[in-house]
């Protein structure tokens, strides 16, 4: 299980933290339409929102490169979108990141991240720890949010480089603003 | 193989996209793409040359931007089972102006001819229906294509998927712009979007 309603530790917010609502109203702001994702528990409040917007498109997915493409097309056709992933589906995107410069289209993704902050599961930290290397050779700026006093600001500046200058960014929202999953029988 | 009784494949793309009006045409890597070129350049085309797996995908994206529009993907056997759970995210989204074909020749003709998993034990057609497609059939004819083709305009039915059984001959090539820029560009001006 993934959800972090599970979990009772202290690690976790005591409520409902408010950064991912500030994500959503710059999504909103930023007329992004198009959200395709692959579940993750950091992303698990923003993903209620989009799904509770009539204005814009959740797209399950059943792999993360599959948002790569689907954003591609998006803009073709005159939308604009915003990839949600764990860090460990960037891997997964990595032949499909050429798209973000072979079309020079508005590619934004949200990674939010594991393996780097007290993690549990030594299956996480291999990908979790190359995460901002494949951005960085794949030809997207990477930003980063460590603090939820941070996100706004952060968030704000990659889709302003995105969608004005497609700019490929990727921000990285670390496990330290998430929370460490607990793992409990 | 070449088989006399398989579909040539440029017959079948040109009937395809003979009455296209509106259509926005999204081609797979490899001879597809060739295929569509051959039946003539068009601003609403959208070619690959790489990203192989993504061509649904791409579709997809345009096809939840332009719901009012017919959108096409045009695929090979290979190219669809590198981007088989796509099948899966288009069945779930149920998008009415979505039609995605398959050119099943059951070889990878572009690197040799080796044979793909259609030529085995894989039914793109049963694949596409377990993943929510309901109208997902196999077309055999000319005049199969043709009624296929006009089924196509409507926007308030699908999704829909097809698979063609074409002879695996390799063709000549028509080579299509490989300048991602200019076509993506192209389109969204065919769409009337303006650069950034």
Known sequence: ?????????????????????????????????????????????????????????????????????????AWAGGQRGVLLMQSSGVGNCVNMLSLTQIFRFPFLTLVTMRGEWGEFNPWQVPMGSTTAGVFELSGIKVLRASHPSEVREVVEAAAGQVYNACTPTAVLLSQRLIGAKVFTK | MSTANLLERRRVVSALLAGRKETIVVGGLGASTYDIAAAGDHDRNFYSWGAMGGAVMIGLGVALAQPKLPVVVITGDGEMLMGMGS????????????????????????????????????????????????????????????????????????????????????????????????????IRGALGYGPI
């Open chain 2, 87 to 186: 099948l899966a995210t288009v069945g779930l989204q149920q998008p009415a102006n979505f039609t995605v074909i398959v050119l099943d020749n059951e070889v990878y003709g572009e690197t040799g001819g080796q044979a793909s998993h259609t030529a085995g034990t894989v039914d793109l057609v049963g694949v596409a229906r377990a993943c929510g497609i309901a109208d997902a059939r196999t077309l055999s004819t000319m005049a199969e294509i043709e009624s296929f083709t006009a089924a196509m305009q409507d926007i308030s039915s699908g999704p829909r998927f097809a698979s063609i059984k074409i002879d695996s001959a390799n063709l000549e090539r028509v080579l299509a712009s490989r300048d991602g820029s200019f076509i993506v560009t192209r």
């Open chain 1, 1 to 73: 299980m993934h959800a972090r309603t599970d979990a009772t530790s202290e690690t976790l917010a005591e409520t409902t933290p408010s950064w991912p609502d500030d994500i959503f109203a710059i999504l909103q702001r930023f007329d992004v339409r198009q959200v395709p994702y692959v579940p993750d528990a950091g992303h698990s409040q923003l993903i209620e929102r989009v799904l509770g917007a009539s204005a814009m498109r959740a797209v399950p997915l059943t792999t993360e490169e599959e948002g790569v493409a689907l954003l591609a097309g």
